[in-house]
């Protein structure tokens, strides 16, 4: 159980265009979902935590008008990079929190390329 | 606010021999504590995690982790690795409501 996709896996894309990445948790309910971005060979950086119905909370230097999160269902969030230019290029990684326990279910991951 | 700090950043060793993976985080309330594992071109995969109860946890693979309080400390051990540890070992801590990772540990195991 527990389990959370992502699609698509990978996406290259034009400069200054915008790509949307899906995140679902497929067996559960997830209040919050979380989105991350790893950089090659580095951790993880929390980006924003979003909450079904409401507005994304983003992480200090993240910029919300860039990466636009909508978390419109208990089982779908999604982030939209809008302008998108090379130096976005990373992993896309998303997590859920079911609603009753703190645990973080991790997806497999979006490999986003901007050429 | 909370971090996480992982000492090594990249550690070699032979197989059967020991591991411990240093982990310090800084948060003034209740935590959450985690290991996650990355292997070469996959994702995240949870090795253990302590949310209460006893500070020893063990986890997959034969990985273990003692959470000290008072150290603020969630140390990964286990006593003989095998070449299929090599992966990135990261941290994390929940404390604000969010998981937070450390930097990671890159593990090479040399046949």
């Known amino acids: 159980g527990a389990v959370v996709s992502q699609h698509p896996s990978w996406v290259i894309c034009k400069s200054g265009t915008s790509v949307k990445i899906e995140c679902r948790s497929l067996d559960f309910q997830a209040t919050t979902m979380f989105w991350y971005r790893q950089f090659p060979k580095q951790s993880l950086m929390l980006m924003a935590t979003s909450n079904e119905g409401s507005k994304a909370t983003y992480e200090q230097g993240v910029e919300k008008d860039k990466f636009l999160i909508n978390h419109a269902s208990l089982t779908l969030s999604t982030l939209t990079v809008t302008s998108a230019h090379p130096e976005d290029s990373s992993f896309y990684i998303c997590?859920?929190?079911?609603?009753?326990?703190?645990?973080?279910?991790f997806g497999p991951g979006t490999r986003l390329t901007v050429t | 606010a909370q971090s996480v700090s992982q000492h090594n950043h990249h550690v070699i060793l032979s197989e059967a021999a020991s591991l411990e993976l240093g982990c310090n985080y800084s948060y003034g309330g209740t935590v959450n504590l985690f290991w996650y594992v990355q292997y070469p071109g996959q994702h995240l995969q949870l090795l253990l995690k302590y949310f209460s109860g006893d500070p020893l946890v063990k986890g997959i693979k034969g990985f273990e982790a003692e959470f000290i309080k008072s150290k603020f400390s969630f140390n990964l051990r286990k006593p003989s690795v095998q070449w299929s540890d090599t992966a990135e070992y990261f941290c994390?801590?929940?404390?604000?409501?969010?998981?937070?990772f450390g930097k990671g540990t890159r593990l090479h195991i040399l046949p």
């Open positions: 997590s859920a929190r079911p609603m009753v326990n703190y645990e973080q279910y």
């Open positions: 994390a801590v929940n404390g604000d409501d969010k998981i937070i």
